[in-house]
């Protein structure tokens, strides 16, 4: 596998959220806004490839491997623990906005699933440059898919598009002009389950074809 | 106790760990499909929060306050979290061979549930009493629980419905979660 295949599986193919469905709690819960998405996939994007980086370190001298084996879970979470309460304290002090609409959701980048499952699948095997490049595709493709959801919630439920503070896309007149308002069930939690729902099935189908499309080419 | 029956029932329907604060949403779909599953993964979850939270709680207030080390509460939070875990399933598996038959599965899988990490840092983030917490995480665990079955019965009966291919598993899954939170948003009124 070359570095930008590496790099690229992360978007489509092996999507962390689309795909193998990890780290959901975010994903449903603060996609209100495009702007918190974002924020929420830059903080992601920190603390993968920071991770990636240090347990491929780590883990790369045979030695060191033998010893960390055993007790590779806690070493791992204290490292990612670690980078959380970084970004954590940083975007408290820069990032105050985003700090508190984000709220809890911060820390418990700790236990989302994608960042240790990235540590114990692939970065604690590979060498740090390739860790890294895996690390910041996922990170991306999280961000991608972080982006999808809040896009569609934000748009339908408040009729705007905030891309971060004060650059925002007010879309109210296409409302108006369509004599609607916008849903707003789409900002409150059953909003979140709802356009999760229909982009997976949406997914789904498209796979269901491209499938259906190789089996007649096969005969 | 006016003000603890509202805690207790805000964190049991209004506040709803998984409708409405989106916490342990992996177990909430991954562990769904049956109805035992539902029930053991809600009562290790139940054990294991009501645990934390007090173990989390002291530690912050008589610890890290006392020290001036509150950013550290992260990195102390998932360490006792993850230690606890694994000290309730040695202590069950010595103690009851049968609850741990019952529970022993789930157990791993609880330190990267978020509701437990969730609980813990909300319980400071809302500077609740030691009385407050005790109630607050017995019931966000409870409303985790119940959330959970009733799901599970729902996610039982669709196998024998006919679901749309593209919507078949989790897409379904979610949609289904989509209607019980509107149902449990209207709770909302009462409190």
Known sequence: ?219 | MAELITLAFAAFVTENVILTQFLGICPFLGVSKKRSSALGMGLAVLFVILLSSIVTWTMYQYVLVALELQYLRTIVFILVIAALVQMVELIVKKVSPSLYKALGIYLPLITTNCAVLGVAILNIDKNHTFIQMVVYSGFIALGFMFVMYLFSMIREKLDYSPVPKAFKGVPIALIVAAILAMIFARFGGIV
């Open chain 1, 1 to 219: 596998m070359n570095q930008k295949e590496n790099f690229l599986k992360g978007f489509i193919k092996e999507n962390p959220l689309f795909v193998t469905v990890l780290g959901t709690c975010p994903a449903l819960a603060i996609t209100t806004t495009v702007e918190n998405a974002l924020g929420m996939g830059i903080a992601v994007f920190f603390v993968l490839v920071l991770s990636n980086l240090i347990i491929s370190l780590l883990m790369v001298n045979p030695k060191m491997q033998e010893w960390i084996k055993p007790v590779r879970i806690p070493v791992f979470i204290v490292v990612i623990a670690t980078l959380v309460t970084v970004v954590e304290m940083v975007m408290h002090a820069f990032l105050t906005n985003l700090y508190e609409s984000l709220g809890v959701f911060i820390p418990l980048i700790v236990v989302n699933c994608i960042i240790l499952g990235r540590a114990e699948a692939f970065a604690s095997g590979n060498k740090p440059l390739d860790s890294i490049v895996d690390g910041a595709g996922m990170a991306l493709g999280y961000t991608f898919a972080l982006f999808l959801i809040s896009f569609f919630r934000e748009f339908l439920g408040n009729g705007s598009i905030t891309i971060w503070g004060e650059l925002k896309v007010n879309l109210i007149g296409l409302f108006d002009f369509l004599q609607i308002t916008p849903i707003d069930l789409f900002a409150k939690p059953v909003g979140a389950f709802l356009t999760f729902g229909f982009i997976l099935a949406v997914i789904a189908a498209i796979t269901n074809k491209k499938q259906e499309k190789a089996k007649a080419g096969v005969k």
